[in-house]
Nanobody, 121 residues
């Protein structure tokens, strides 16, 4: 069984910064990719940023140049540094991982419980 635990959300003024963390724990053989999604009130969940096991990153256009995703493979942890935050960045941020528990397993996805980010104007 694998769990993702997020931390770092909160209330911040527009223009400010926050850093989210997500640690994966449990039976983990390998992690293919980890990423962050967000869901604003009344909207669908959307991709914010993802990083692969080879360090390749991908960002939503709305956060390019402001957010930075990074990972510490030794700790099975992914981070999201969010700078120059805007009110439209408000939402619940969910961590996601695609991983395998054992070498012979198929890769599967795991989601965190979500952490709320509120950006005040």
């Amino acid at each position: 069984q694998v769990q993702l635990v997020e931390s770092g959300g909160g209330l911040v003024q527009a223009g400010g910064s926050l850093r989210l963390s997500c640690a994966a724990s449990g039976t983990i053989f390998s992690i293919n990719a980890m990423g962050w999604y967000r869901q604003a009130p009344g909207k669908q969940r959307e991709l914010v940023a993802v990083i692969t096991d080879r360090g390749r990153t991908n960002y939503a256009d709305s956060v390019k140049g402001r957010f930075i995703i990074s990972a510490d493979p030794a700790k099975n942890t992914v981070y999201l540094q969010m700078n120059t935050l805007k009110p439209e960045d408000t939402g619940v941020y969910y961590c996601n991982a695609e991983l395998r528990s054992r070498p012979w397993d198929r890769a599967f996805e795991v989601w965190g419980q979500g952490t709320l980010v509120t950006v005040a104007s």
